[in-house]
Protein backbone atom coordinates (compact mmCIF):
# COMPACT_ATOMS: atom_id res chain seq x y z
CA UNK A 1 0.00 0.00 0.00
CA UNK A 2 2.77 2.07 0.95
CA UNK A 3 4.75 1.80 -2.29
CA UNK A 4 1.53 2.56 -3.95
CA UNK A 5 0.94 5.74 -2.32
CA UNK A 6 4.87 6.48 -3.50
CA UNK A 7 3.87 6.19 -6.84
CA UNK A 8 0.80 8.18 -7.17
CA UNK A 9 2.81 10.78 -5.62
CA UNK A 10 5.59 10.30 -7.91
CA UNK A 11 3.41 10.75 -10.87
CA UNK A 12 1.62 13.78 -9.36
CA UNK A 13 4.86 15.55 -9.39
CA UNK A 14 6.19 14.52 -12.90
CA UNK A 15 2.78 15.58 -14.01
CA UNK A 16 2.76 18.89 -12.35
CA UNK A 17 6.30 19.17 -13.85
CA UNK A 18 5.61 18.25 -16.75
CA UNK A 19 2.27 20.95 -17.00
CA UNK A 20 4.37 23.45 -15.36
CA UNK A 21 6.70 23.35 -18.55
CA UNK A 22 4.08 23.86 -21.05
CA UNK A 23 2.38 26.56 -19.23
CA UNK A 24 5.94 28.67 -18.95
CA UNK A 25 6.87 28.28 -22.69
CA UNK A 26 3.55 29.27 -23.26
CA UNK A 27 3.12 32.34 -21.38
CA UNK A 28 7.14 32.95 -21.59
CA UNK A 29 7.00 32.79 -25.21
CA UNK A 30 4.33 34.78 -25.64
CA UNK A 31 4.82 37.76 -23.40
CA UNK A 32 9.03 38.14 -22.86
CA UNK A 33 11.44 34.83 -22.61
CA UNK A 34 12.90 34.84 -18.85
CA UNK A 35 15.36 32.09 -18.61
CA UNK A 36 15.85 32.86 -15.11
CA UNK A 37 12.33 32.28 -14.15
CA UNK A 38 12.22 29.23 -16.26
CA UNK A 39 15.52 28.14 -14.11
CA UNK A 40 13.63 28.23 -11.02
CA UNK A 41 11.04 25.85 -12.24
CA UNK A 42 12.96 23.44 -13.36
CA UNK A 43 15.16 23.58 -10.53
CA UNK A 44 12.67 23.85 -8.01
CA UNK A 45 10.21 20.84 -9.46
CA UNK A 46 12.74 19.18 -10.61
CA UNK A 47 14.66 18.22 -7.32
CA UNK A 48 10.98 17.59 -6.10
CA UNK A 49 10.60 15.17 -8.58
CA UNK A 50 13.86 13.19 -7.80
CA UNK A 51 13.06 13.02 -4.79
CA UNK A 52 9.80 11.47 -4.89
CA UNK A 53 11.55 9.35 -7.33
CA UNK A 54 14.37 8.52 -4.41
CA UNK A 55 11.53 7.95 -2.14
CA UNK A 56 9.60 5.32 -4.36
CA UNK A 57 13.08 3.53 -5.18
CA UNK A 58 13.97 3.35 -1.94
CA UNK A 59 10.66 1.70 -0.90
CA UNK A 60 11.02 -0.76 -3.61
CA UNK A 61 14.88 -1.66 -3.19
CA UNK A 62 15.11 -1.46 0.16
CA UNK A 63 17.58 0.94 0.29
CA UNK A 64 17.54 4.02 3.15
CA UNK A 65 18.40 7.06 1.22
CA UNK A 66 16.19 9.31 3.98
CA UNK A 67 18.95 11.92 3.89
CA UNK A 68 19.05 12.53 -0.14
CA UNK A 69 15.54 12.48 -0.24
CA UNK A 70 14.96 15.05 2.52
CA UNK A 71 17.89 17.38 0.62
CA UNK A 72 15.74 16.90 -2.14
CA UNK A 73 12.95 17.69 -1.03
CA UNK A 74 14.17 21.00 1.15
CA UNK A 75 16.18 22.57 -1.61
CA UNK A 76 13.32 21.95 -4.13
CA UNK A 77 10.65 23.29 -2.02
CA UNK A 78 13.09 26.39 -1.26
CA UNK A 79 13.65 26.94 -4.97
CA UNK A 80 10.28 26.11 -5.82
CA UNK A 81 8.69 28.86 -3.56
CA UNK A 82 11.51 31.13 -4.88
CA UNK A 83 10.08 30.55 -8.23
CA UNK A 84 6.64 30.98 -7.19
CA UNK A 85 7.19 34.35 -5.85
CA UNK A 86 9.37 35.77 -9.51
CA UNK A 87 6.28 34.35 -10.82
CA UNK A 88 3.71 36.15 -8.94
CA UNK A 89 5.61 39.13 -9.66
CA UNK A 90 5.96 38.09 -13.38
CA UNK A 91 2.22 37.88 -14.00
CA UNK A 92 1.44 41.05 -12.24
CA UNK A 93 3.76 42.72 -15.08
CA UNK A 94 2.40 40.99 -17.71
CA UNK A 95 -1.41 42.09 -16.43
CA UNK A 96 -0.02 45.66 -15.98
CA UNK A 97 1.30 46.08 -19.45
CA UNK A 98 -1.91 44.32 -21.14
CA UNK A 99 -4.22 47.13 -19.07
CA UNK A 100 -1.90 49.89 -20.14
CA UNK A 101 -2.41 48.31 -24.07
CA UNK A 102 -5.63 48.10 -23.41
CA UNK A 103 -6.03 51.52 -22.82
CA UNK A 104 -3.90 52.74 -25.22
CA UNK A 105 -3.89 54.11 -28.48
CA UNK A 106 -1.25 51.69 -30.40
CA UNK A 107 -0.14 54.05 -33.54
CA UNK A 108 0.20 57.27 -31.07
CA UNK A 109 0.77 55.94 -27.55
CA UNK A 110 -1.70 58.10 -26.08
CA UNK A 111 -4.86 56.79 -24.03
CA UNK A 112 -7.63 55.61 -26.47
CA UNK A 113 -11.69 56.63 -25.68
CA UNK A 114 -11.99 53.81 -22.98
CA UNK A 115 -9.01 54.88 -21.20
CA UNK A 116 -9.13 58.71 -21.47
CA UNK A 117 -12.82 58.00 -19.61
CA UNK A 118 -10.99 55.46 -17.53
CA UNK A 119 -8.48 57.97 -16.38
CA UNK A 120 -10.87 60.93 -16.50
CA UNK A 121 -13.62 59.18 -14.00
CA UNK A 122 -11.04 58.77 -11.62
CA UNK A 123 -9.44 62.25 -11.56
CA UNK A 124 -13.24 63.69 -11.41
CA UNK A 125 -13.22 62.39 -7.61
CA UNK A 126 -10.86 64.83 -6.70
CA UNK A 127 -12.74 67.59 -7.48
CA UNK A 128 -9.96 69.80 -8.16
CA UNK A 129 -10.33 72.55 -10.75
CA UNK A 130 -9.69 71.19 -14.50
CA UNK A 131 -10.31 71.67 -17.87
CA UNK A 132 -10.90 70.03 -21.64
CA UNK A 133 -8.79 70.46 -24.51
CA UNK A 134 -9.97 69.15 -27.69
CA UNK A 135 -7.78 69.23 -30.88
CA UNK A 136 -8.98 68.35 -34.26
CA UNK A 137 -5.97 68.58 -36.92
CA UNK A 138 -6.27 70.38 -40.41
CA UNK A 139 -5.47 68.92 -43.79
CA UNK A 140 -5.26 65.31 -43.12
CA UNK A 141 -7.06 64.48 -46.12
CA UNK A 142 -5.02 66.55 -47.92
CA UNK A 143 -1.67 65.31 -46.66
CA UNK A 144 -3.06 61.58 -47.21
CA UNK A 145 -3.89 62.59 -50.60
CA UNK A 146 -0.56 64.27 -51.82
CA UNK A 147 1.97 62.29 -49.88
CA UNK A 148 0.22 58.74 -48.96
CA UNK A 149 -1.48 57.58 -45.88
CA UNK A 150 2.21 56.21 -44.87
CA UNK A 151 2.48 60.66 -43.69
CA UNK A 152 -0.81 61.16 -42.96
CA UNK A 153 0.04 58.94 -40.20
CA UNK A 154 3.48 60.32 -39.47
CA UNK A 155 0.95 63.93 -39.53
CA UNK A 156 -1.06 62.16 -36.85
CA UNK A 157 1.78 60.31 -34.60
CA UNK A 158 3.81 64.15 -34.61
CA UNK A 159 1.28 65.84 -33.47
CA UNK A 160 0.19 63.70 -30.84
CA UNK A 161 3.57 63.53 -29.67
CA UNK A 162 3.54 67.55 -29.97
CA UNK A 163 0.06 67.51 -27.66
CA UNK A 164 1.56 64.95 -25.31
CA UNK A 165 4.60 67.19 -24.45
CA UNK A 166 3.08 70.63 -24.07
CA UNK A 167 0.79 69.16 -21.64
CA UNK A 168 3.31 66.86 -20.28
CA UNK A 169 2.90 66.41 -15.94
CA UNK A 170 -0.39 68.93 -16.49
CA UNK A 171 -2.83 66.16 -17.28
CA UNK A 172 -2.76 63.53 -19.73
CA UNK A 173 -3.95 62.98 -23.65
CA UNK A 174 -6.65 60.56 -25.22
CA UNK A 175 -7.18 59.79 -29.29
CA UNK A 176 -11.03 59.94 -30.17
CA UNK A 177 -11.02 59.25 -33.64
CA UNK A 178 -8.71 59.27 -36.61
CA UNK A 179 -7.48 62.82 -36.32
CA UNK A 180 -8.82 64.32 -33.08
CA UNK A 181 -7.89 64.18 -29.61
CA UNK A 182 -8.88 65.25 -26.32
CA UNK A 183 -7.27 66.57 -23.46
CA UNK A 184 -7.38 66.82 -19.19
CA UNK A 185 -5.64 69.68 -17.38
CA UNK A 186 -5.63 70.38 -13.82
CA UNK A 187 -4.00 73.42 -11.82
CA UNK A 188 -3.54 75.43 -14.54
CA UNK A 189 -4.39 78.92 -15.15
CA UNK A 190 -6.73 79.85 -17.97
CA UNK A 191 -3.47 81.83 -18.99
CA UNK A 192 -1.95 78.99 -19.09
CA UNK A 193 -4.34 76.79 -21.23
CA UNK A 194 -4.19 79.78 -23.82
CA UNK A 195 -0.42 79.32 -24.05
CA UNK A 196 -0.31 75.60 -24.78
CA UNK A 197 -2.99 76.34 -27.05
CA UNK A 198 -0.79 79.09 -29.18
CA UNK A 199 2.30 76.47 -28.67
CA UNK A 200 0.72 73.50 -30.05
CA UNK A 201 -0.95 75.39 -33.08
CA UNK A 202 3.11 76.88 -33.88
CA UNK A 203 4.39 73.33 -33.96
CA UNK A 204 1.76 71.53 -35.86
CA UNK A 205 2.14 74.64 -38.26
CA UNK A 206 5.63 73.03 -38.85
CA UNK A 207 5.35 69.78 -39.27
CA UNK A 208 4.55 69.96 -43.43
CA UNK A 209 5.41 73.84 -43.49
CA UNK A 210 4.57 73.60 -47.81
CA UNK A 211 0.71 72.86 -46.64
CA UNK A 212 0.73 74.98 -44.39
CA UNK A 213 -0.59 71.91 -41.19
CA UNK A 214 -2.81 73.41 -38.56
CA UNK A 215 -4.69 71.99 -35.74
CA UNK A 216 -7.87 73.14 -34.28
CA UNK A 217 -8.57 73.81 -30.68
CA UNK A 218 -11.26 74.53 -27.90
CA UNK A 219 -11.55 73.86 -24.49
CA UNK A 220 -14.06 73.90 -21.54
CA UNK A 221 -14.01 74.65 -18.19
CA UNK A 222 -15.25 72.18 -15.21
CA UNK A 223 -17.60 73.98 -13.56
CA UNK A 224 -18.42 76.96 -15.47
CA UNK A 225 -19.07 74.97 -18.94
CA UNK A 226 -20.75 71.49 -17.38
CA UNK A 227 -19.67 69.09 -14.38
CA UNK A 228 -19.74 65.79 -16.75
CA UNK A 229 -17.55 64.34 -19.51
CA UNK A 230 -20.13 64.52 -22.00
CA UNK A 231 -20.74 68.30 -21.54
CA UNK A 232 -17.79 69.13 -21.06
CA UNK A 233 -17.26 67.95 -24.39
CA UNK A 234 -19.76 69.95 -26.08
CA UNK A 235 -18.49 73.17 -25.38
CA UNK A 236 -14.85 72.56 -26.03
CA UNK A 237 -15.90 70.86 -29.59
CA UNK A 238 -18.39 73.90 -29.93
CA UNK A 239 -14.92 76.11 -29.52
CA UNK A 240 -12.75 74.16 -31.55
CA UNK A 241 -15.42 74.19 -34.75
CA UNK A 242 -15.57 78.02 -33.58
CA UNK A 243 -11.52 77.81 -34.15
CA UNK A 244 -11.92 75.90 -37.79
CA UNK A 245 -14.31 78.95 -38.65
CA UNK A 246 -12.58 81.39 -37.68
CA UNK A 247 -8.86 79.95 -39.89
CA UNK A 248 -11.26 79.72 -42.72
CA UNK A 249 -12.72 83.01 -42.81
CA UNK A 250 -9.35 84.59 -42.40
CA UNK A 251 -8.08 82.42 -45.77
CA UNK A 252 -11.04 83.46 -47.56
CA UNK A 253 -10.17 87.25 -46.63
CA UNK A 254 -6.54 86.95 -47.80
CA UNK A 255 -7.67 85.92 -50.95
Known amino acids: ?53 FDLLSELVGI ?16 FSAYIILWNKYLISVIVNLRKEAD ?25 LFYIMVFDLDKTKLINDTFGHFKGDQYITNAAKIIKEEINEKGFVGRTGGDEFVAFLENVSESEIKRIKYLIKKRVSNIFKIHDTQI ?25 YEDKIKKRTYSVEQM
Not at 64 to 79: D, E, K, P, R
Not at 119 to 125: D, G, L, T, Y
Open 216 to 240: SIGYSIHGEDGENLEDLLKVADKRM
Open 104 to 128: SDNMTGVYNRIGFEKVFKEKINAKN
Open 64 to 79: QLNNLISICFTAGAIV
Open 1 to 53: MSELRKLIVFLVVISLFMYMIWVNFSVLNKYGNKKVLFSFMISGLGLISVGTF
